[in-house]
């Protein structure tokens, strides 16, 4: 899938030179801070869990009482793990039982009892990323054993009903039916709770919530798919929001295969601080790489807020940013679900041909990424017949561009929260497009000097213009003036940022130590 669109080589690699350039100062800004989900996580990995009478988890406790005496800077390992040889225990969620009933007191150690506590956080925190090593392991053998999907694109269907419990039997009838990929997207509005819930939920709305036991039931049930059907039936949920590093954690114990996390969706489109989301995404794509799980990013909302033929380039530049990122903390290539979309209003003129030069650049321009093609919504009008023809060309495009995940559109999107039998319908159209053309990207080649082509190194030259201005001003002020999806979010602005602190010249994260150790 390379040469198609006579794309200049040396363009291409100074639009990535640029990206790196435009992502290098927010990467030292997330390397020189912590946020209170990165901390956390940190102590999820070291083993606390569950949740006080009132449904607040102990790992919330503990950070709050550590950040109460010590403050953030200097993280939570080391206060912790002091304060737990102090009192002779050996039980994290017992010591944060203790501090949320103000009994015991944090300090940030120093000489040898630093060395100490920095040594027994460095322990715990390695059994719990031995037990992500391990889940990854369990997922190779699992892909051996059932296999893959036979086709590519692999089919990407969303079940959320609210009830996890009901979620379940939709989810293996969808896989029973095709879906190679199945996502529980989480209940409106849990990105904005600075809390991870516990336990299996039945309450969400227009979702479920993303909880570990969740994880746990969904991927146990399709384990038992993936038996019966012969052949691995992957996981997604969500890491992003004010939880993401802790949400990506869990994912990666309980062997969830896809998570979405894009580097800028929680800024545009839930108004949180760009420095908290930028310091959580490093890290928790630092979990997801050592987890094995592919990233899907999310620059498909952007064309839900802006035209997706004039700001078709600041997708490009998003996918060029995140790449950046996504590398930087270790992910490879294969790990790579970038985002794109079929959002071009139908009534343009050469609509089709003008989609088909978009998702063909992003194809190129990451020929081994895995590439996440999002079917239309924003111009769905609640006509079932012309919503299903649209979605019938948009499977035909991600053919005819060798997409490789290919999200299911639903004709009733827009209408009402899609039933067993519009699912069905869906699975229905995906299944005749790939099997009558699932090859067609073999065979198609635009015209040279045609329509498709000039389109495509057009969005080139508009995404290379910038990341120029980006690198003469900075990203994060590229972003206070709305450069992405037409949203201003200044820097010093937004949801979560009290929780986000520098580090103190003692800052100590055994986790981000053994990951980045290994990369």
């Keep these: 899938m390379t040469g198609k669109l006579d794309l200049d080589p040396v363009l291409v690699a100074r639009a990535r030179e640029l990206a790196r350039r435009a992502g290098q100062p927010v990467v030292d800004l997330a390397r020189s801070h ?93 059994a719990g990323v031995r037990r992500i090593d391990r889940r990854r392991a369990e997922r190779e053998r699992l892909v051996k054993r059932h296999g893959d999907p036979a086709q590519r694109p692999w089919i990407y269907l969303i079940v959320a009903t609210g009830d996890i419990y009901e979620d379940i039997p939709q989810a293996q009838a969808a896989a029973r039916a095709g879906a190679d990929v199945i996502a529980v997207i989480r209940s409106t509005g849990q990105s904005l709770l600075d809390y991870v819930p516990e336990g299996a939920t039945r309450e969400g709305f227009a979702g479920t919530y993303a909880t570990q036991e969740n994880f746990r039931l969904m991927r146990a049930a399709l384990d038992d798919s993936s038996k019966e059907l012969g052949r691995y039936v992957r996981l997604t949920n969500y890491a992003s929001g004010l939880c993401m590093p802790e949400m990506a954690t869990l994912a990666g114990l309980e062997r969830l295969d896809m998570m979405l996390n894009d580097s800028m969706y929680g800024i545009l489109f839930r108004d949180i601080n760009p420095i908290r989301t930028f310091v959580d995404q490093r890290f928790s794509r630092q979990v997801h790489a050592r987890a094995g799980i592919i990233i899907n990013t999310g620059e498909d909302n952007y064309l839900t807020t802006a035209d997706a033929v004039d700001e078709a380039h600041t997708v490009t530049v998003s996918q060029l940013l995140n790449e950046f990122f996504a590398h930087e903390a270790g992910l490879a290539d294969w790990q790579l679900g970038l985002g794109h979309a079929f959002e071009i209003n139908p009534e343009v003129p050469e609509s089709f041909r003008l989609e088909l030069a978009h998702a063909l650049l992003a194809r190129e321009l990451f020929p081994d990424a895995p590439l996440k093609w999002m079917p239309p919504t924003k111009h769905m009008t609640g006509d079932v017949f012309r919503g299903n023809l649209l979605d019938g060309f948009f499977n035909l495009a991600g053919a005819l561009t060798g997409q490789g995940i290919l999200l299911v559109g639903m004709m009733t999107e827009a209408v009402v929260t899609p039933w067993l039998s519009d699912r069905d319908i869906a699975l229905q159209n995906v299944r005749y497009v790939l099997g009558a053309a699932g090859g067609l990207h073999e065979d198609f080649v635009p015209a040279a000097g045609g329509f498709i082509r000039r389109r495509a190194n057009q969005v080139l030259g508009e995404a290379l213009d910038l990341l120029e201005r980006i690198g003469e001003q900075t990203l994060l002020t590229a972003i206070a003036e709305g450069t992405f999806g037409i949203m201003k979010r200044p820097a010093d602005r937004g949801k979560g940022l009290d929780g986000v602190a520098a580090h103190e010249a003692d800052y100590y994260n055994p986790a981000t130590e053994i990951l980045e150790a290994a990369a």
């Design 34 to 126: 912590t946020t209170v989900s990165v901390e956390r996580a940190v102590l999820r990995l070291a083993g606390v869990t569950g949740a006080d009478p009132d449904g607040i988890p102990w790992v919330n406790r503990l950070v709050d009482a550590v950040v109460a005496d010590v403050g953030l800077g200097h993280g939570v390992a080391a206060p912790v793990f002091d304060a737990l040889a102090r009192e002779g225990g050996t039980d994290l969620t017992l010591l944060a039982q203790k501090a949320a009933a103000g009994s015991v007191r944090f300090t940030a150690p120093t000489g040898r009892a630093a060395t100490a506590a920095r040594s027994a956080a460095r322990r715990a925190v390695a």
